[in-house]
């Protein structure tokens, strides 16, 4: 109970003056009058974007004016998680709306060109954009898959009717000749394009945007930008790009390119907010912008520690905005624990849409959050990574922690950064957490053995907490 008073004292859900209450009425939001057209869908996904990257969550050496504008026209979550510390876990829970371990792609940490051919997200899994193709929906994902290779997996396998972008977790910004390493593809034959990814992302963004404007069908556009993931390169890399070798270089870029490839992004959800307003689709748009998991080597994460492929608040925390004109309150403030698997039960909430009902979500449906309409509840979420051992339990405002072989109890509201480890004075509630996923871990499916990534945790842990990585 702790948990509920002090959320309500905390809670921040500031609505706009003059703003009027959004009532459901079969799945639709309306103000002052019913709205009879489903809403179209626009998600914006940022790759390895950091809490604190964007100027609304608190980056200060730059601006991000777009993403702003989306979270003073709407709601933006300040508990927003992401369902691993890693890329394909991530999506893989936000496709389906249920836990990734209950998937074999879920275990991949993310798929490589190691993980076995036969690991990919199953044709026949139901999918939000599969569900919402069933209920009259053109379903489109221009950018990042990552839920595995063809001939058995592809978008268009799992319910995207259009499909333009990249099949792996990364690619250089520049060399996309369809003989290249990670080649731009256009369905499932590899294209050549010349030109910044970020760009070229967008450019087909707002074309599909002005093409479902001219069919006036109601649409899911899945925007998967690949930024700001590595190889760190902005706009006017160009050149610079010519030299790198390897594509999975970790030594590259620097602060000001990163800070450039942040901008470009920004710029580029710009573009496409502004198409859906030439278009005539904004007022009748929802627009969620999130990231696949925590900030990486140039990220901001302040208040909190840790980075991605790590259990830490920092690998976990990322920003979440939504715009629904009319339905969400502009300049709205959630303190809501939120996860990325709540985003399926949400969107199709929104479309009038159910689950399928032989794989229930284990994500929320938040509309009620989003409508200001719900209080303040609190909510028990689980994570697993396999590098390192990890393992973690949000319970209210406890977190318990395990990483690298040590145990830890944070107050993650009071202790943001993670540093008061609480396990011996309140041992009640680390032995609880601890039980309960124990209880949640034996419901998933086991790890598959394979050698830790490169996201290994041991050196932030030997620097910050004095531990040492077991072997």
């Known amino acids: 109970m702790a948990y509920v008073q002090r959320a309500l004292t905390r809670r921040r859900f500031v609505q706009a003056a003059g703003t ?6 079969g799945g639709f939001g309306r103000v ?47 508990q927003g ?20 371990m209950r998937l074999p792609v879920g275990l991949e940490e993310p798929i490589t060109p190691t993980t076995p051919k036969d690991v990919g997200l199953p044709p026949g899994h139901p999918t939000l954009p599969s569900l919402l193709k069933k209920a009259g929906y053109g379903t489109t994902l221009v950018g990042k898959w990552h839920l595995g290779f063809l001939p058995d997996y592809s978008p268009l396998k799992s319910g995207y009717d259009r499909f333009f972008g990249i099949f792996g977790g990364a690619a250089d910004y520049f060399n996309h000749g369809s003989k290249s390493s990670a080649p731009l593809f256009e369905q499932e034959v590899p294209i050549d394009r010349v030109g910044y990814l970020t760009n070229l992302l967008a450019d087909r963004a707002v074309q599909t945007i002005e093409g479902y404007a ?17 190889p760190w390169e902005g706009p006017d890399d160009a050149e610079k790009s010519k030299q790198i070798k390897n594509l999975f270089h970790r030594d590259g870029g620097t602060q000001k390119t990163y800070m450039a490839m942040m901008q470009s992004l920004d710029a580029n959800i710009g573009r496409v907010l502004q198409a859906l307003q030439a278009n005539g689709l904004a007022e009748n748009t929802i627009v969620v912008f999130t990231s696949d998991n925590g900030g990486e080597r140039f990220s901001k994460t302040w208040p909190f520690t840790g980075m991605k492929g790590e259990l830490l608040e920092g690998g ?5 905005i939504v715009r629904w004109p009319g339905r969400v309150a502009a300049g709205s403030v959630s303190e809501q624990v939120m996860m990325s698997m709540d985003w399926m039960p949400t969107l199709l909430a929104s479309t009038g849409t159910s689950p ?16 200001g309409d719900a209080s303040l509840h609190p909510r028990k979420l689980f994570w697993r990574y396999y590098a ?75 620097d910050h907490y004095g531990v040492t990585n077991p072997k």
């Open 20 to 25: 009027t209450s959004l009532a459901l009425a």
């Open 316 to 320: 976990l925390r990322v920003p979440a």
């Open 32 to 78: 002052g009058q019913a709205q009879t057209a489903r809403p179209n869908i626009v998600f914006i996904l940022a790759d390895d974007l950091g809490y604190a990257d964007v100027s609304c969550y608190g980056q200060g050496d730059y601006e991000t004016p777009n993403i702003d504008r989306l979270a003073t026209q709407g709601v933006r979550f300040t």
């Open 81 to 100: 998680y992401s369902n691993s510390a890693s890329c394909s876990p991530t999506r893989t829970a936000l496709i389906t709306g249920r836990y990734q």
């Open 388 to 462: 390192g051992a990890q393992r973690a339990v949000r319970d209210g405002d406890w977190k318990y922690l395990q990483i690298a072989g040590n145990e830890f109890l944070f107050d993650v509201v009071q202790d943001p950064r993670e540093r008061a480890n609480l396990k011996e004075r309140r041992k009640d509630v680390f032995d609880r957490l601890r039980g309960d996923w124990e209880t949640w871990n034996r419901s998933m499916l086991p790890e598959r053995a394979r050698p830790a990534s490169h996201s290994n945790p041991g050196n932030f842990l030997a």
């Open 214 to 230: 001219r069919s006036r069908e109601p649409f899911l556009l899945s925007l998967h930008f690949t930024a700001p993931h590595w």
């Open 356 to 371: 399928d009902s032989t794989y229930a979500p284990d994500g929320e449906n938040l509309l009620t959050t989003l409508s």
